[in-house]
């Protein structure tokens, strides 16, 4: 019986020998491995490729708080266009679609974004830590953050259909709404720190005040009157201060304008549409410092009109400005108390810079290589 069976198995043997090698079993069932490992691989690359891609896929963290793909291009988005102005001041090259990802110079485009995008990200994500820290705000998430631009949004789409007066566009975009959170929390934030975890000594003041002694105590500087009419910025949100837009500003400004050409009286004026009298600058002239806490454009606008003369309208960081000349040689003479206050705001805004670069250089910062490298 033994005998038998093995006399089947040596020509079972033999036939297969005979076969072709791709109708041999071992073959048939080498083939069956193949093609399941293929299947395996091909799986394993799509769930690879879905997982590398998806929006909720975390690119780095900063202090364990975690930055997803979705929000690390949303800051892409915004350096970009600094690195297009790099590359063709540094390397003379106009960046197109192709250009990214070749080398220039010993750069690569899109590594040189990515790693600007790191220090923006961080910069942004130390900011909300602090402001989570001393409850300016509950969740620092990106999820959160495009919670909040809905919900404005919404408010502002029924504001609109109950018929309520909208200042500038009816809905923020992402990037407006983004400035918008950065500039309430540093001023939030700066508020809670203030003599608490910045400060400003006394000494500091007296030395600001020296270094710029002429400035405060001189004969070369000039008084004018400043009528300034404020405008929102682009997407923001009007406040109890603020409540037009530029072209709206710039309407005011014309008829303001007009009339003060016709001989009107400079203060009324300025009270008529502004609600407010006109700010009353003396101007050092020429030499101006970070002491006279007034705008260089101020100065520059001012210089060469006769008493009684006006400037022409200008903008002036979110607003637009028109000036009188009043006494183009006044003397003077500001004592050290009546400098302080000035020199406070100026030096407790500078410690705050400086406060905000400290956290930010102190942030733990871990960045996972295999996604931050493919994202595009």
Not at 275 to 300: K, M, N, W
Not at 342 to 347: A, E, Q, R, S
Request: glycine share 6%.
């Amino acid at each position: 019986m033994a005998k038998a069976r093995k006399t089947r198995k040596k020509s079972r043997q033999a036939k297969e020998e005979k076969q072709p090698l791709f109708k041999t079993r071992a073959f048939k069932i080498s083939l069956i491995a193949l093609s399941v490992c293929l299947v395996l691989a091909v799986a394993a690359a799509i769930v690879l490729q879905i997982f590398v891609y998806s929006d909720g896929v975390v690119v780095m963290y900063v202090d364990g708080f975690p930055v997803t793909r979705e929000e690390f291009k949303f800051h892409m988005e915004m350096e970009r266009q600094a690195v297009v102005s790099y590359f063709a001041h540094a390397h003379g090259t106009n960046l197109g679609g192709n250009d990214w990802g070749r080398m220039i110079g010993g750069e690569r485009p899109i590594e040189v974004l990515r790693n600007r995008t790191v220090q923006a990200v961080t910069e942004f994500k130390s900011l909300q830590i602090l402001a989570l820290e001393y409850g300016v705000t509950w969740d620092i998430g990106y999820e959160a953050m495009k919670t909040g631009l809905r919900e404005i949004n919404e408010d502002r789409l029924e504001q609109e259909a109950a018929g309520e007066i909208l200042y500038g566009p009816t809905e923020f975009t992402p990037f407006t709404y983004y400035q918008q959170v950065v500039s309430n929390f540093k001023v939030s934030v700066k508020e809670k720190v203030e003599n608490s975890r910045i400060f400003v000594e006394e000494q500091q003041l007296h030395d600001l005040y020296m270094e710029n002694y002429d400035v405060y105590n001189n004969t070369d500087n000039i008084s004018v009157l400043e009528m300034f009419i404020p405008y929102l910025p682009p997407g923001a949100a009007p406040n109890e201060h603020v409540s037009i837009y530029q072209d709206e500003a710039v309407e005011l400004m014309e008829a303001a304008y007009d009339r003060l050409l016709a001989g009107e009286d400079f203060q009324m004026i300025c009270e008529e549409f502004t609600g407010t009298p006109p700010e009353d600058y003396t101007l050092h002239v020429g030499e101006l410092s970070r002491a006279t806490g007034t705008s260089s454009v101020i100065a520059s606008f001012a210089e060469g009109l006769s008493p009684g003369e006006l400037s022409q309208p200008f903008r002036n960081g979110f607003g637009l400005s028109v000036l009188k000349m009043l006494d183009p040689e006044t003397e003077v003479n500001m004592s050290f108390e009546e400098a302080a206050p000035f020199l406070f705001n100026i030096l407790m805004q500078e410690s705050f810079d400086e406060f905000l670069v400290v956290q930010t250089a102190a942030r733990d910062v871990t960045i996972r290589d295999f996604v931050f490298n493919r994202v595009t």
